[in-house]
């Protein structure tokens, strides 16, 4: 393997690896923000010795053997206690790679995983600080790709991410899952930091690719741990339920070239019935918890109208938009509105969804988001107003930073500068 071909591989491995790593890190030094800078340490060596010696066989592994040995040097430069520093020893043992290391390290990411997600959403920092800082550390994802899940600009979230940090540590907040009475008042953000962590990988708002599918594994995996944590809570079933089936879409989503599939365009024997098949029945377990639906249900809910529907036009849109009104009801906000108008859309005809979206223009929250603009473009495109279609798919272009995503909107344009109606 050659320079140039090591460095792709290490830049995919950091991205898949970099989150099970500073988990890894922040178990054994209790600072999360010191392991995210042994991590980058590591990713350093990476760079220093793959080339050379080639990729190992568990480079998750090789980086936190690494970021351990930077640890039990960094604990001695700042004279810590000699029992600490032996334990940090005797924990990284012999220097080799060995099978018994990797299962180990294989053995308790999921845990590790969970108690960096606890801790970034500890709540000695503000809502917005916790989902950022824990999509830096999970995710490996760069402030611009936060900053855009969030709408926020990328200074906000450089800023939020810093300031989290040295909060944490000058808090001395433990690297460990909260007690039973402190669990529930943390839990909400923790599955708004899941669900934000999906939906980057699910549709990446950066990058050549539609999706990033280790992340929505990550998500997912989260999500899981969490429901075996907390059975009794109804949104952790319900955001399991979300997941699981918007997941199931995955092979779909894109043609052999990566180019990304729309949901009506997709073929539906590629969707993964066992994904589906646990998704409803996480629902049904959010359900049979008692309790008026919370966002992520009500979200599974309308992913299930979806999933029953063996042909698009099948879908019951009705029940669809009705979720979303109800959707809108319990967490008000631009993105779901404009959920809804796609859905009236369907149950309604596109104008009466036009009009809905129209009314979205003047949010701030999505000046920049281009699915509004895309939507806009859709439905005036149905309507037959080509020439109005074609100037706002190509707004929604000028917006998106996929290439995946910006070439689907320009083919979009050149359809309607021909005249051409969507066929859905």
Same mark, same amino acid.
Request: charged share 30%; aromatic share 4%; hydrophobic share 45%.
């Given at each position: 393997?050659?320079?140039?071909?090591?460095?792709?591989?290490?830049?995919?491995?950091?991205?898949?690896?970099?989150?099970?790593?500073? $988990? *890894? =890190?922040?178990?054994?030094?209790?600072?999360?923000?010191? +392991? %995210? @800078?042994? #991590?980058?340490?590591? /990713? !350093?060596?990476?760079?220093?010795?793959?080339?050379?010696?080639?990729?190992?066989?568990?480079?998750?592994?090789?980086?936190?053997?690494?970021?351990?040995?930077?640890?039990?040097?960094?604990?001695?430069?700042?004279?810590?206690?000699?029992?600490?520093?032996?334990?940090?020893?005797?924990?990284?043992?012999?220097?080799?790679?060995?099978?018994?290391?990797?299962?180990?390290?294989?053995?308790?990411?999921?845990?590790?995983?969970?108690?960096?997600?606890?801790?970034?959403?500890?709540?000695?920092?503000?809502?917005?600080?916790? $989902? *950022? =800082?824990?999509?830096?550390?999970?995710?490996?994802?760069? +402030? %611009? @790709?936060? #900053?855009?899940?969030? /709408? !926020?600009?990328?200074?906000?979230?450089?800023?939020?991410?810093?300031?989290?940090?040295?909060?944490?540590?000058?808090?001395?907040?433990?690297?460990?899952?909260?007690?039973?009475?402190?669990?529930?008042?943390?839990?909400?953000?923790?599955?708004?930091?899941?669900?934000?962590?999906?939906?980057?990988?699910?549709?990446?708002?950066?990058?050549?690719?539609?999706?990033?599918?280790?992340?929505?594994?990550?998500?997912?995996?989260?999500?899981?741990?969490?429901?075996?944590?907390?059975?009794?809570?109804?949104?952790?079933?319900?955001? *399991?339920?979300?997941?699981?089936?918007?997941?199931?879409?995955? +092979?779909?989503?894109?043609?052999?070239?990566?180019?990304?599939?729309?949901?009506?365009?997709?073929?539906?024997?590629?969707?993964?019935?066992?994904?589906?098949?646990?998704?409803?029945?996480?629902?049904?377990?959010?359900?049979?918890?008692?309790?008026?639906?919370?966002?992520?249900?009500?979200?599974?809910?309308?992913?299930?109208?979806?999933?029953?529907?063996?042909?698009?036009?099948?879908?019951?849109?009705?029940?669809?938009?009705?979720?979303?009104?109800?959707?809108?009801?319990?967490?008000?906000?631009?993105?779901?509105?404009?959920?809804?108008?796609?859905?009236?859309?369907?149950?309604?005809?596109?104008?009466?969804?036009?009009?809905?979206?129209? +009314?979205?223009?003047?949010?701030?929250?999505?000046?920049?988001?281009?699915?509004?603009?895309?939507?806009?473009?859709?439905?005036?495109?149905?309507?037959?107003?080509?020439?109005?279609?074609?100037?706002?798919?190509?707004?929604?272009?000028?917006?998106?930073?996929?290439?995946?995503?910006?070439?689907?909107?320009?083919?979009?344009?050149?359809?309607?500068?021909?005249?051409?109606?969507?066929?859905?």
């Amino acid at each position: 393997m050659g320079a140039a071909e090591t460095h792709r591989a290490i830049e995919a491995v950091w991205r898949i690896e970099s989150g099970r790593v500073i $988990a *890894a =890190l922040a178990g054994l030094v209790r600072d999360i923000g010191w +392991a %995210e @800078e042994l #991590a980058q340490d590591s /990713l !350093v060596a990476a760079l220093e010795q793959w080339p050379r010696d080639g990729v190992p066989g568990n480079p998750g592994a090789w980086l936190t053997a690494v970021g351990k040995r930077r640890a039990v040097d960094g604990l001695r430069r700042r004279r810590l206690l000699d029992r600490k520093v032996a334990e940090l020893g005797h924990e990284l043992g012999d220097d080799r790679f060995t099978p018994d290391f990797d299962a180990a390290f294989d053995e308790r990411i999921d845990d590790d995983l969970l108690r960096l997600v606890f801790t970034a959403c500890h709540p000695v920092l503000s809502p917005q600080a916790r $989902a *950022a =800082l824990t999509l830096r550390m999970l995710g490996g994802l760069k +402030a %611009e @790709e936060i #900053a855009r899940a969030f /709408l !926020v600009p990328e200074t906000t979230v450089a800023q939020r991410i810093t300031r989290a940090k040295k909060t944490l540590a000058e808090a001395q907040v433990p690297f460990e899952v909260p007690g039973v009475a402190e669990r529930g008042e943390r839990l909400a953000s923790v599955l708004e930091v899941i669900y934000l962590i999906f939906n980057e990988g699910y549709s990446a708002t950066a990058g050549d690719d539609w999706m990033r599918p280790q992340l929505c594994a990550d998500a997912l995996r989260l999500a899981r741990v969490l429901q075996g944590l907390m059975p009794d809570e109804p949104e952790v079933h319900g955001l *399991a339920a979300l997941l699981e089936i918007q997941a199931s879409r995955t +092979a779909a989503r894109t043609d052999p070239a990566g180019e990304p599939i729309l949901l009506l365009d997709q073929d539906r024997s590629r969707w993964d019935r066992l994904l589906i098949r646990r998704g409803l029945a996480a629902l049904d377990r959010a359900r049979a918890a008692g309790g008026p639906p919370g966002p992520y249900t009500l979200q599974a809910e309308i992913a299930a109208c979806h999933a029953r529907a063996r042909a698009p036009e099948e879908t019951d849109w009705a029940r669809i938009a009705a979720g979303y009104a109800e959707l809108a009801r319990v967490a008000p906000s631009p993105v779901v509105e404009l959920n809804r108008a796609v859905a009236v859309s369907f149950a309604d005809g596109p104008a009466a969804g036009l009009e809905l979206a129209r +009314a979205l223009v003047d949010e701030p929250a999505l000046a920049r988001y281009h699915l509004l603009p895309s939507v806009i473009a859709d439905l005036l495109a149905k309507l037959g107003r080509h020439d109005e279609a074609r100037a706002e798919f190509e707004r929604a272009a000028q917006l998106t930073s996929n290439e995946r995503e910006r070439a689907l909107l320009l083919d979009r344009a050149a359809d309607c500068a021909r005249g051409i109606a969507p066929t859905r």
